[in-house]
């Protein structure tokens, strides 16, 4: 069963980018992932698709603010023009044949 | 526009059962595999349970294992989640969500506390 890895916490000042990352396990770095916003009090929501390729498919609405990359086992989500509204906490998540597994997220703060 | 909505939370003594309810609408619901996730006070998401399309096949965290039963009626374009054998560590708000392979919505969620 794979393992995603997330730094706990992250910082960015207002209109700058910042790169979120997520690490497979071993042996599963070919997996996709998806990367989930969760805004304070409210349920997750659905970002983006990211392939081990680097291509990735965002969801309805999602700002292109919002942009997928890989490299080896780490998928990034990188957010441009940080607004205030993406202080959040961000999950990756994958599956396997029968389960399924998330990231212990990474609460972003926009200084 | 994709709607999840969650009913069915509420207060149980340990060792109680709940049944959790999820309708879907704006999608062709026998289509989808479903999954219920659920996210403890203060703490990250997990995921519980997941079902196929057609109800051939089931999915258990360890967990919730032969404590949890997932279903669905396509006929109703619902999700269930029953819960049994109730503990306090199963407190959490409950997520049913739409899966693609990975989850691409999300219901509100609803909050399920085990409490004496």
């Known amino acids: 069963q794979p393992v995603l890895t997330q730094s706990s916490s992250a910082s960015a000042s207002l209109g700058s980018s910042v790169k979120l990352t997520c690490t497979l396990s071993s042996g599963h770095s070919s997996y996709i992932i998806a990367w989930h916003q969760q805004q304070p009090g409210k349920a997750p929501r659905y970002l983006l698709k990211l392939e081990g390729s680097g291509s990735y498919n965002r969801g309805s609405g999602v700002p292109e603010r919002f942009s997928g990359s890989s490299s080896g086992a780490d998928r990034y989500l990188t957010i441009s023009n940080l607004q205030s509204e993406d202080e959040a906490d961000y999950y990756c998540e994958t599956w396997d044949s029968d389960s399924w597994v998330f990231g212990g997220g990474t609460k972003l703060t926009v200084l | 526009e994709v709607q999840l909505v969650e009913s069915g939370g509420g207060l149980v003594q340990p060792g109680g059962s709940l049944r959790l309810s999820c309708v879907a609408s704006g999608i062709t619901f026998s289509s989808y595999a479903m999954s219920w996730v659920r996210q403890a006070p203060g703490k990250g998401l997990e995921w519980v349970s997941g079902i196929s399309s057609s109800s051939g096949s089931t999915f258990y965290a360890d967990s919730v294992k032969g404590r949890f039963t997932i279903s669905r009626d396509n006929s109703k374009n619902t999700l269930y989640l029953q819960m049994n054998s109730l503990r306090a560590d199963d407190t959490a708000v409950y997520y049913c969500?739409?899966?693609?392979?990975?989850?691409?919505?999300w219901g509100q969620g609803t909050l399920v506390t085990v409490s004496s």
């Open positions: 969500a739409k899966r693609s392979g990975y989850i691409d919505y």
